[in-house]
Nanobody, 122 residues
Framework: VQLQASGGGLVQAGGSLRLSCAAS????????MAWFRQAPGKEREFVAG????????SYANSVKGRFTISKDNAKNTVYLQMNSLKPEDTAVYYC????????????????WGQGTLVTVSS
């Protein structure tokens, strides 16, 4: 399994970015796909997640209403649309995948992408 994250960059507060996670190596039906982030000096934290073959989603309280996770089955790609960005959203964003239940625990996830840096200036 390979996960390739992209789409990070520098944006002003209030702006938007869309991250992409291209998944390959197997069929992901039944897999949980999630985004995590890690700010400097902080632990990696759950941002959003979805189950590949279902419509269920989950969001961290800090991003609810601003971020949207979606997927394109034909392209095997998961997206994270980030709107109304704040300086505190600055972090390296990672996509992750695992079979099983949609949980927010980092150690639950078997596969990780390389991360993409999002910097939000004030």
């Amino acid at each position: 399994v390979q996960l390739q994250a992209s789409g990070g960059g520098l944006v002003q507060a209030g702006g938007s970015l869309r991250l992409s996670c291209a998944a390959s190596g197997r069929t992901f039906s039944g897999y949980v796909m999630a985004w995590f982030r890690q700010a400097p000096g902080k632990e990696r934290e759950f941002v959003a997640g979805t189950i590949w073959s279902e419509d269920s989603t989950s969001y961290a309280n800090s991003v609810k209403g601003r971020f949207t996770i979606s997927k394109d089955n034909a392209k095997n790609t998961v997206y994270l649309q980030m709107n109304s960005l704040k300086p505190e959203d600055t972090a390296v964003y990672y996509c992750a995948a695992t079979p099983g239940f949609l949980v927010r625990i980092t150690s639950h996830y078997s596969y990780w992408g390389q991360g993409t840096l999002v910097t939000v200036s004030s």
